[in-house]
């Protein structure tokens, strides 16, 4: 008991969280749950780690002798208890008081973690198996006070490993690996959350002898961190490790941390490092404005993705953040190569900002628009095992454990199943659109049209300052069908998977993420119109566009076409916005181009200004018939009549002459056409087409019912003044 004795003769003050001195320096000791200001007390909990290879823990019940004075209860017989044997590495967790601990097996080892509580209770937890070999290893603890010479003796023959987690329920174990090529660093992180696991080989730079060799690991909550004073800093995406595009490899004076460049370091808690050689701590964060400078001046598409998923993931959204990140996507949309930063930019913002709501709804919600990634990091290679998921043992246990538990359990239902896509939704969209007709009646689609008005409701309390882009002003039937599907769609999904939430809360998340989406759609456009001082208001076609309205077409081609890859849907007026800015800043043939293509969508009401504004020169005719002749038929039944020109009435004429004569194609087998009596010669060929068209609208067939002007008659004077113009005649 001598050794006891020695390390029990001080137990107050109860907040003393060290290394108390003992007769062996090998053994070590940490009290359990201390609190700080407490008064008095009924004992303390203490755990005992031996130099061989357990641990037990120790109660030192105390009663109160006069006053500020306590002494132990029977000293000779404390209670104890074991809690791990045969351990050959062991880390203390003192935020969440938890143990893990590794024990060699034959073939592999065992991690195991020890949850204690207030109620002076605690159980085995978690059974994990990592491929990592412990051969010829010295014991090594964790986060149990730090000597320094002695540590750095047993550094070199022990395990450089430390287990990390993250408030989302990430459990993450990373080991430095030797290597037998000089200049090079291997590195392995599991992911037990997920159940794989990477190892990486870095190629270093520059290898100066006096440089440290060892790999330091960080905890930064959402990242872990594998740094190398003065080599490399690479930051590990724990919620999202699966796609290596989301992790950040800096180098150089990016990789560089004030203040801990080239010493020895350990990181004891989150966003927490103490440097081992002065004895020093220091918070640890991800600086905003340095990572936002490092986005402006990356030149890989790996960087870009990094810096831009780490700005709109890890730090809290603000107006200036976003405002400077929608900049900078306005001008790197021809850099990126690998990735659509708009789409990135809307679906990351979406998840950040809804995810919160609800528990478990970051599994289901897309955090990136990327499905797979080929890309590579200059220097580095990583290879990815899968490993089997850790066991947990717990009952009614919140917080963490209940997090992990629900990560695991999400991997071991196919976690890439459980987010929402839109594979569904664009094939729906499309059989709508192409059955309008048909369909415009049923209660399904009214149904759908209910949806789309909700979520356009949710933007009607926007000022005139939200106001400064002239959208949602407008009716969409195509963009209004895609909102009332994807309200519908993401419904169903949800309701599969959080049916404990409640059909009511699940209505309100589906509208808001519909509504946001449309939101941020609204507010990248708002600074870029900002930015290139656009005024708020309907265009005239009488000039021609500005350079800066040339630069806000192409980031609306940009958004149409990030919007139609993730098929989501426009807010209403954006394609009439695009298609005024497009024959403003378009020579024609472009703009014409741009129309067949799909890339320019015709609606009415920028036909319609068109038609009735710009005058009848040669020029604008060219435009004009251009124009109409690309028509849908519905649209042109309602916008033709707004221009009065003879061209506008020959084409008028020829189509309605052309769906005269299909419906007599089709009406000629059932019922023959009577005979007609002899009819006047002065112009035989029209005379003869004006009786039998005559002869079909007697038959009640009349295609164009909501313009009763369309008729023969106007035919037969169209047809006349368009001769009479082609023989250089007046007409009267």
């Known amino acids: ?140 603890l964790v986060n149990f006070g730090y000597n320094y010479c002695e540590d750095e003796d047993v550094a070199s023959k022990s395990l450089n490993l430390q287990v990390f987690t993250s408030k989302a329920g990430g459990l993450c174990a990373c080991c430095s690996l030797a290597s037998d ?25 520059r290898t100066e002898s006096h440089q440290l060799k060892e790999v330091a690991f960080m905890n930064l909550d959402y990242y872990v961190a594998a740094y190398l004073p003065g080599q490399f800093l690479h930051l590990l995406n724990i919620q999202h490790p699966d796609l290596l595009c989301y992790s950040l490899f800096l180098t150089g004076e990016d990789a560089r941390i004030d203040m801990l460049h080239n010493c020895s370091i350990r990181s004891p808690l989150t966003s927490t490092v103490l440097d081992c050689h002065v004895g020093s701590m220091y918070a640890v964060s991800i600086s905003d404005s340095a990572l936002l400078q490092f986005l402006q001046k990356s030149k890989q598409d790996s960087e870009r993705l990094a810096a831009l998923h780490c700005a709109l993931l890890h730090f809290q959204h603000t107006e200036d953040l976003e405002m400077q990140i929608i900049w900078w996507i306005s001008e790197n949309l021809s850099t990126c190569h690998s990735f659509d930063p708009i ?20 599994k289901l919600l897309p955090y990136t628009s990327l499905l797979d990634w080929i890309g590579i990091i200059p220097g580095v290679t990583c290879a990815t095992d899968i490993i089997s998921l850790p066991v947990l043992e717990f009952q009614n246990s919140k917080g963490f454990w209940e997090k992990l538990n629900s990560n695991l359990e999400s991997v071991k239902y196919a976690e890439p199943h459980l987010h929402y896509h839109n594979n569904v939704l664009r094939r729906e969209w499309h059989n709508l659109s192409e059955e309008r007709e048909e369909r415009k009646t049923t209660a399904y689609l009214r149904n759908i049209f209910e949806n789309a008005k909700k979520v356009l409701s949710h933007l009607d309390t926007w000022d005139s300052e939200e106001r400064l882009v002239p959208l949602f002003q407008e009716e969409d039937y195509q963009q209004q069908l895609l909102m009332g599907l994807m309200v519908a769609q993401l419904k169903d999904h949800l309701m599969r998977h959080l049916q404990y939430v409640g059909k009511k809360k699940i209505d309100q998340i589906v509208l808001d993420y519909v509504a946001n989406l449309l939101n941020l759609i609204h507010r990248i456009m708002k600074e870029v119109w900002r930015r290139y001082e656009l005024h708020s208001c309907t265009f005239c076609f009488d000039e021609r566009g500005s350079a800066g309205e040339f630069a806000v077409f192409h980031i609306m081609s940009r958004i149409l076409e990030a919007a139609n890859g993730m098929c989501m849907p426009l807010p209403p007026g954006f394609h009439t916005l695009h298609l005024g ?57 309602k916008v033709r009549q707004f221009w009065n020109h003879p061209i506008n009435a020959n084409f008028i004429a020829r189509k309605y002459v052309k769906l005269l004569l299909e419906k007599l194609e089709n009406t000629q087998c059932s019922r023959p056409v009577p005979e007609r009596p002899a009819v006047p010669v002065e112009f035989l060929p029209l005379n003869y087409l004006t009786n039998v068209l005559a002869e079909i609208e007697n038959q009640g067939v009349h295609p164009y019912e909501k313009q009763d002007h369309v008729n023969v008659r106007f035919v037969e004077e169209t047809a006349l003044k368009h001769t009479m113009m082609l023989l250089g005649l007046k007409y009267s």
């Open 581 to 637: 800015l497009g024959v403003r800043c378009l020579p024609l043939h472009t703009l014409l181009h741009y129309i067949d293509t799909g890339v320019l969508h015709l609606t009415e009401t920028c036909v319609r200004k068109l038609l009735k504004d710009l005058d009848d020169t040669e020029e604008n005719e060219k435009l004009k018939f251009s124009i109409v002749m690309r028509l849908p038929e519905t649209l042109g039944q």
């Open 1 to 140: 008991m001598s050794k006891y004795l020695t390390l029990l003769i001080e137990i107050h003050p109860i907040n003393n969280v060290r290394v108390l001195k003992a007769v062996d320096s090998c053994v070590r000791v940490q009290f359990l749950y201390p609190v700080e200001g407490r008064n008095t007390t009924t004992g303390s909990r203490l755990l005992l780690i031996s130099e061989d290879k357990y641990v037990e823990q120790f109660e030192v019940p105390v009663v109160a002798e006069e006053e500020h004075k306590v002494v132990i209860q029977n000293p000779g017989q404390l209670p104890r208890a074991r809690v791990a044997d045969d351990l050959i590495w062991a880390q203390w967790d003192m935020m969440e008081q938890r143990l893990f601990y590794i024990v060699p097996k034959e073939s592999r080892s065992t991690l195991k973690c020890v949850q204690f509580y207030p109620d002076e209770n605690f159980n085995s937890i978690l059974e994990s198996h990592l491929d990592i070999s412990v051969n010829g290893t010295q014991f090594k």
């Open 181 to 205: 090529i000089p200049g090079e660093i291997r590195y392995s992180v599991y992911f037990l959350h997920k159940g794989y696991n990477k190892t990486f080989t870095v190629s270093l730079e």
């Open 343 to 362: 789409q990135e930019f809307i679906i990351a913002s979406l998840y950040c900002r809804m995810c919160p709501e609800t528990h478990n709804l970051d």
